[in-house]
Nanobody, 121 residues
Framework: QVQLVESGGGLVQPGGSLRLTCAAS????????MAWYRQAPGKERDLVAI???????NYTESVKGRFTISRDNVKNTAYLQMNNLQFEDAAVYYC???????????????WGQGTQVTVSS
């Protein structure tokens, strides 16, 4: 079993910055994907940023140029640097990962418990 634990959320003023961390532990093989999703009240959970094991990254349009996803494959940790935060970025942020099965046939998926990001003046 694998556990994902997020940290780094909090209250920030518009224009401020936060860095989220997602630490994975347990029986880890290889993470094909590590990603961040967010869910605001009354809305669906949406993909924010994704980092593949080959180094590729992708972002939802609204955060391009402001957010940066990175991963440390030695520490099995993913980060989300969020700059110039806006009111619309407020949400619960969830870490998501896909771990390749040791047999090579498919992946396991995991979610963290979420961390709250509040943007308020």
């Amino acid at each position: 079993q694998v556990q994902l634990v997020e940290s780094g959320g909090g209250l920030v003023q518009p224009g401020g910055s936060l860095r989220l961390t997602c630490a994975a532990s347990g029986n880890i093989f290889v993470f094909r994907v590590m990603a961040w999703y967010r869910q605001a009240p009354g809305k669906e959970r949406d993909l924010v940023a994704i980092a593949y094991s080959d180094g590729r990254t992708n972002y939802t349009e609204s955060v391009k140029g402001r957010f940066t996803i990175s991963r440390d494959n030695v520490k099995n940790t993913a980060y989300l640097q969020m700059n110039n935060l806006q009111f619309e970025d407020a949400a619960v942020y969830y870490c998501y990962s896909e771990m390749i099965k040791p047999t090579g046939s498919g992946t396991y998926t995991y979610w963290g418990q979420g961390t709250q990001v509040t943007v308020s003046s």
